[in-house]
């Protein structure tokens, strides 16, 4: 039997592994390549996404099922973008970073089931409260953006007495053996970012990609420094977890990244690493 959950049954896919939504890096040829594989592919609509950059992205889908990640505040910029992922009518929709849920009774009036990221218990309540169906706990260690609150396993560990709802992992999660941490401690999937950005199906430029899997575990650090430059609007309790003295974003988990791998091979590795992992326990 394969690794499998309940909530990664109820969605229809192999097993519990999903690509973190990255923008800049998890395009469509990277979710169709995640979907493939029996995991769950989404398309990441970063800082500087358009609605046609959304709409050039989900043309490289197959007919798998798929995810779509928003951020928040470009949402509310780029109304239009909103729009399009609606429309595309994905499997799960992820809009995080934000404090107001319309986004939410307009995704259920359209049918889909939707999570966000939380950093807190506290987060993680409020979105319930305001209907949101799946959670994403994502622990300080992750790369990219996010709010470094609490580590991977303690945030997750809080978030699973707290609510009722699926609740998947993200953070520092690169390996089999976190996959299997994180599902032994009762998460419904794993929500894998660094790992993906390496691909080879990602849209990662190849020095980041050579980057990623030559630094070590220790080699990331937090920074607003890119965002103030670019001009993007994030608010300084959200920076991002990058390679240090780079913006390439990568998490703490980056060290168990070292060799080149398509999505297909790290879907199988991941997951049935994992498996055997738990099994011997």
């Known amino acids: 039997m394969s690794l499998t959950t309940t909530w990664s049954r109820s969605m229809g896919i192999d097993v519990?592994?999903?690509?973190?939504?990255?923008?800049?890096a998890a395009g469509g040829r990277l979710a169709a390549a995640v979907s493939a594989a029996g995991g769950l592919g989404m398309v990441g609509m970063g800082s500087s996404a358009t609605a046609e950059q959304l709409t050039a992205e989900l043309k490289q889908l197959d007919g798998q099922r798929?995810?779509?990640?928003?951020v928040h505040w470009v949402t509310q910029d780029r109304p239009d973008l909103f729009d399009v992922a609606l429309a595309a009518r994905p499997a799960l929709l992820s809009?995080?970073?934000?404090?107001d849920w319309d986004w939410v009774r307009r995704a259920h009036d359209a049918g889909l089931t939707v999570t966000t990221q939380v950093a807190t218990v506290d987060a993680a309540r409020r979105a319930v409260d305001a209907g949101v169906?799946?959670?994403?706990?994502?622990?300080?260690?992750?790369?990219?953006?996010?709010?470094?609150t609490v580590g991977t396993l303690p945030l997750l560990a809080e978030v699973l007495d707290a609510v009722d709802v699926p609740v998947l992992a993200a953070g520092g999660i690169s390996s089999a053996r976190a996959v299997a941490a994180v599902l032994a401690?009762?998460?419904?999937?794993a929500w894998v970012g660094t790992a993906?950005?390496?691909?080879?199906?990602?849209?990662?430029?190849?020095?980041?990609?050579?980057?990623?899997?030559?630094?070590?575990s220790d080699c990331t650090e937090l920074t607003t420094e890119y965002d103030l430059a670019a001009g993007y609007r994030w608010p300084a309790t959200i920076p991002e977890r990058v390679l240090r003295g780079s913006p390439v974003n990568a998490g703490q988990g980056v060290g168990s990244v070292r060799r080149p791998a398509d999505a297909a091979e790290i879907v199988a590795s991941l997951s049935g690493d994992a498996e055997q992992?738990?099994?011997?326990?």
């Open 133 to 148: 169906d799946v959670l994403v706990a994502r622990g300080a260690e992750g790369g990219g953006h996010g709010e470094p």
């Open 95 to 99: 809009v995080s970073f934000g404090v």
């Open 16 to 24: 519990p592994i999903v690509n973190a939504p990255m923008g800049g």
């Open 196 to 216: 993906f950005a390496a691909c080879a199906e990602a849209l990662t430029p190849a020095p980041a990609r050579d980057a990623l899997l030559a630094a070590d």
């Open 277 to 281: 992992l738990l099994r011997r326990w």
């Open 185 to 189: 401690a009762g998460a419904a999937a």
């Open 66 to 70: 798929f995810g779509i990640g928003l």
